[in-house]
DNA sequence: CGTCCAGGTCTAC
DNA sequence: GGTAGACCTGGACGC
């Protein structure tokens, strides 16, 4: 059984669960969130060999529990997929200046006890991908086209349980898919020629996205203009898909978090800039601070 | 069966 | 720089 220490880069609580639960790409493909055994399941590349799938619970106290599924790795691969769960978990983020001012809030006072870590995807590009499936249509219409990148283009998991839990595609993959693909088997409509140049601009090299997480120099209005550069992606996705590297600044704004901002205060009808001035002293934490106001009730 | 719209974005003024 | 209209898809809804 192996464990990672579930505390942040600056010795702040992480709840689990709440990393866990965090956001919808929880239950996107290959990700499967159970949430009666309160354990959440990836795919991960190694350097070598078929990727592999991992559960992650809860494990003694203040540790999570990580089980390598099929065969014992040996070493090497071993310490990979545990650095890889911490990138999913972020544990290695600090979120202490978070805290330090959300303490002060009596609507979020509650976070500090661990909560606010996103879920992020092992790449960049698969965030961005399934972001871009998020726009303007229903929840299951994401859930059905990232399913079908994954089935038909993902590569298989060693001890996998079926297409569902092969690893994301690669930019490579995707880009070389036809459009009838995106057409007849992703049933992604007008974004099947999105979804193809941002995956083939990635697979030859002229966008490099993994930068965008790996470069903390990068200020977060060059992240955001490099995101909004991408096709498909405007104003919420860049929001979105910055929650999911660790850029904070940035509110996700949408027809679900607008509507449940407005029930959450009581109001009829919110505008977006009430609600940027509400979160506005948050400065590079206003997106996670509003994400967390409107997600509270997700977990208990 | 037609209309609306869902975790929006793009283009053309 | 700000704002209509179009846009794939497929459930939900009204008629």
């Not at 059905?144 to 060693?158: S, Y």
């Not at 007849?184 to 697979?203: D, M």
């Not at 965008?212 to 955001?224: H, I, N, T």
Request: aromatic share 8%; net charge positive; with cysteine.
């Amino acid at each position: 059984m192996l464990e990672l220490a579930l505390r942040g880069a600056g010795g702040e609580p992480v709840d689990l669960y709440r990393t866990l639960n965090s956001h919808g790409f929880a239950d996107l493909a290959p990700t499967y969130l159970d949430e009666a055994a309160r354990t959440l399941e990836v795919t991960l590349r190694v350097p070598r060999g078929k990727p592999r799938r991992v559960r992650v619970g809860a494990g003694r106290p203040g540790r999570a529990a990580v089980t390598i599924l099929g065969p014992a790795p040996g070493a090497n691969p071993r310490e990979h997929l545990l650095a890889g769960v911490r990138h999913v978990l972020r544990l290695d983020a600090d979120l202490s200046g978070f805290y330090a001012m959300a303490a002060d809030d009596p609507d979020l006072g509650w976070t500090t006890a661990g909560a606010g870590r996103m879920l992020q995807s092992p790449t960049v590009f698969e965030d961005v991908i399934k972001t871009i499936c998020t726009t303007n249509c229903a929840w299951s219409a994401t859930v059905r086209m990232v399913e079908a990148l994954v089935q038909h283009l993902g590569d298989a998991a060693a001890a996998g349980d079926g297409p569902l839990t092969n690893a994301f595609p690669t930019p490579a993959a995707m880009g070389e898919a036809s459009e009838s693909f995106y057409r007849e088997a992703v049933r992604a409509g007008y974004r099947g020629p999105y979804l193809i140049a941002v995956a083939r601009s990635v697979a030859e090299g002229q966008v490099d996205l993994e930068a965008l997480a790996r470069d903390r120099e990068l200020p977060d209005k060059e992240v955001e203009r490099r995101l909004l550069a991408l096709p498909g992606v405007g104003p919420y996705a860049a929001a979105h898909i910055m929650m999911t590297i660790g850029r904070y600044s940035r509110l996700i704004l949408d027809s679900w978090t607008r509507p449940k901002y407005a029930r959450l205060t009581a109001k009829k009808k919110v505008s977006d800039a009430a609600i940027v001035r509400r979160f506005r002293r948050y400065g590079p934490y206003a997106g996670l601070a509003f994400w967390l106001f409107v997600t509270r009730d997700w977990v208990d």
